[in-house]
């Protein structure tokens, strides 16, 4: 029963840091994107909670030794090579406070509470610090290894002024670094209070035990499912702002050891065959630490494989799961093992494409019991003076559909940031020069399948004033991959004046596509891949999504071979079973590729259909 208590007050503790920080800071990415995540972490520096991911301590007890910290303190980074893997780009920063308790005289560190978000301009070469084209992390903003920002509970005046000078939004940074580390003062206040009221030894060995019960569900529930064996597979970054667009390919090599392994029963994961780092931002640090950032952050997939989907959300993902997972990097110089001081501002794309590469690998392990890709973080914005003349910059995380499940469709519109949404338009409209002019899902975008990908966003906002657009995006040409004759969804798509004199495609990374007041700038994120053979969906559900706007009716012909019958718009629509049935038996036969990457693969890969990992042995 303690051992519940203890792990109910860590959430609740890490709620309330969470809430803290969204009702007290000031910049539109943190306060009303939510693009920020809290963590609570013992003395060992291993993740306690299982709400969402979160940065490392490794990097603070690094630097700084823990007997000599003091009540008061707070310490900050944002050194991408110097964060042990936990920090991915410059703007995401990340104060840690440590908790103390013991009686007078004798108190200690016993735990870290920490809290890092993505920020809106910490310097470099453009508005919101992610320069597409960057070719060095120099270029990207001001770089900050882990110091202390508040010595014993005085704030580093001289340090905030620096961090401040550097940041177009100077006000904003200083609200958002004021709210978060007081926030996370308030939180190592409360975690005392914890240790105070049962002792550190009783709270100790409780964390002690919720992880171990981490790793023992995770042993029984998930790896159970998988068999013994090894599988490879592999994904790939479309662009990375500087070369031409080619496949930077990101591959894992999954073993299932077996029980009486003579070093544990686990997965290895193997990126070799990973491409050389790029150029261009698209890098992720991540062979820090035997990977434990790069663990935790894949482990959510797994519960993919949990009993249910009501399971599937109990299981909490902390450093439980960290014995459970070896990591084997590639040497030094691939986009997963960059060299100092290569670019990584646009590194999602390397760390989000390794979510659907392990979806992928373990897919093929278990028969297609995962769900298809989806690509649900992109940055889009605008930039410029606003009506007043006063200088703004609004950028968006736009999620995206996520994929087709075995069992259901996939949902629409998700980011993979927990709890993080789009701008209100109410808030945008009022604060930025622009009209939101339509926001709706984005028709025929999900890949087709017996359960369909989720759809993904459009937006169309008109600009009131010239502006410039920014753009930090991929799947613009490789789409989400759908599984065992699942269809892959649409790609990402930006259109300037749609309909207009000057209408044209801007590509994916962009910094500074100019825009004319009066023209419309039309966003449609992806949609995520299709589960399963199209022509085996209940014929009633592609009705369904017809009239729900979801799929048009050409795509219900098309792409399920359903034929329509009736009118959407008197409340007649229907279809003819008989002709259905003969159009879906008229088609050919699907072909070997286990997955469905989409008519961009091709384009990228030299008018190959599919990659060779994609058949299955």
């Given amino acids: 029963m303690l051992v519940e208590i203890v792990q109910g007050s860590l959430a609740s503790v890490e709620m309330e840091v969470e809430t803290a920080i969204g009702r007290t800071s000031r910049s539109p990415m943190i306060r009303d994107a939510h693009d920020f995540r809290a963590g609570i972490h013992d003395r060992l520096l291993r993740k306690l909670t299982g709400r969402s991911y979160s940065a490392l301590v490794h990097p603070v007890a690094r630097d700084f030794p823990i007997e000599e910290m003091r009540e008061g303190d707070v310490f900050f980074h944002n050194d991408v090579y110097r964060s042990e893997g936990g920090i991915g780009h410059l703007p995401d920063l990340c104060v840690t406070v440590p908790v103390f308790a013991g009686p007078e005289g004798e108190r200690k560190v016993v735990a870290f509470v920490q809290a890092f978000g993505h920020h809106d301009d910490i310097g470099g070469a453009v508005p919101g610090s992610m320069p597409s084209h960057a070719t060095s992390v120099f270029e990207e903003g001001l770089m900050v290894p882990p110091i202390r920002l508040w010595d014993a509970g005085v704030p580093n005046r001289a340090a905030l002024s620096i961090m401040t000078r550097n940041s177009r939004m100077p006000e904003s940074l200083a609200a958002d670094l004021d709210a978060e ?93 990973t491409s050389p780092q790029a150029k261009g931002p698209i890098n992720h640090c991540g062979d820090y630490s035997d990977g434990v950032f790069l663990k935790k952050w ?13 399971r599937m959300a109990e299981l909490d993902v902390n450093e439980g799961i960290v014995p459970l997972i070896e990591m084997k990097f590639p040497p030094p110089g691939t986009l997963l093992t960059p060299v100092f001081p290569a670019p990584t501002n646009a590194r999602t794309f390397v760390i989000l494409r390794l979510l659907g590469v392990l979806a992928g690998v373990v897919a093929k392990a278990v028969d297609g019991k995962m769900p298809a890709d989806q690509e649900t973080i992109r940055y889009t914005g605008v930039y410029g003076e606003d009506l007043e003349g006063r200088s703004y910059l609004m950028r968006e995380v736009l999620g995206g559909g996520s994929g087709g499940r075995y069992y259901a469709d996939g949902e629409d519109t998700i980011h993979v940031v927990p709890d993080s949404r789009n701008l209100p338009t109410e808030f945008t409209e009022a604060r930025f020069p ?72 801007v590509d994916a990374l962009a910094d500074d596509e100019p825009v ?59 279809f003819d079973a008989d002709a259905t049935a003969a159009e879906r038996a008229g088609r050919p036969a699907a072909g070997e590729a286990f997955f469905h990457r989409g008519p961009g693969y091709a384009e990228l890969a030299g008018g190959a259909a599919h990659a060779e990992v994609d058949v299955l042995a």
Avoid at 209 to 222: C, K, P
Avoid at 242 to 255: C, K, N, S
Avoid at 543 to 572: I, Q
Wanted: aromatic fraction near 8%; charged fraction near 25%.
């Fill in 516 to 574: 004319k007041a009066g023209e419309v700038i039309r966003i449609r994120t992806t949609g995520g891949g299709g589960w399963g053979d199209p022509l085996q969906r209940d014929p009633e559900l592609v009705v369904r999504d017809v009239v729900w706007r979801k799929v048009s009716p050409e795509a219900a012909l098309s792409s399920y071979g359903v034929v329509l019958t009736g009118s959407v718009d008197d409340d007649s629509l229907s």
């Fill in 181 to 273: 580390c007081s926030a996370c003062l308030m939180g190592a206040r409360r975690l005392g209070e914890l240790f105070d009221r049962y002792g550190v030894e009783t709270v100790e060995s409780c964390f002690d035990a919720i992880i171990s019960r981490t790793t023992e569900t995770y042993r029984r529930e998930i790896l159970s499912k998988i068999p013994v064996g090894t599988w490879t597979w592999e994904d790939y970054a479309e662009h990375d702002g500087v070369d031409e667009p080619q496949l930077h390919t990101q591959r894992i090599t999954l073993t299932r050891t077996p029980a009486d392994d003579p070093e544990g029963e686990r997965l290895v994961l193997d990126f070799g065959g």
């Fill in 434 to 505: 622009f009209r939101v002019e339509s926001l709706s899902l984005a028709v025929d975008s999900g890949g087709a399948g017996q359960f369909r990908g989720g759809l993904g966003y459009e937006k169309s906002i008109r600009m009131l004033k010239d502006c410039h657009f920014m753009s930090i995006a991929d799947r613009s040409i490789l789409a989400c991959w759908g599984v065992k004759g699942g269809h892959a969804g649409a790609p990402f798509q930006v259109t300037i004046d749609p309909g207009g004199p000057n209408e044209r495609e």
């Fill in 298 to 310: 894949l482990a959510p997939i797994l519960r993919n494989l949990a009993d249910t989907p009501e």
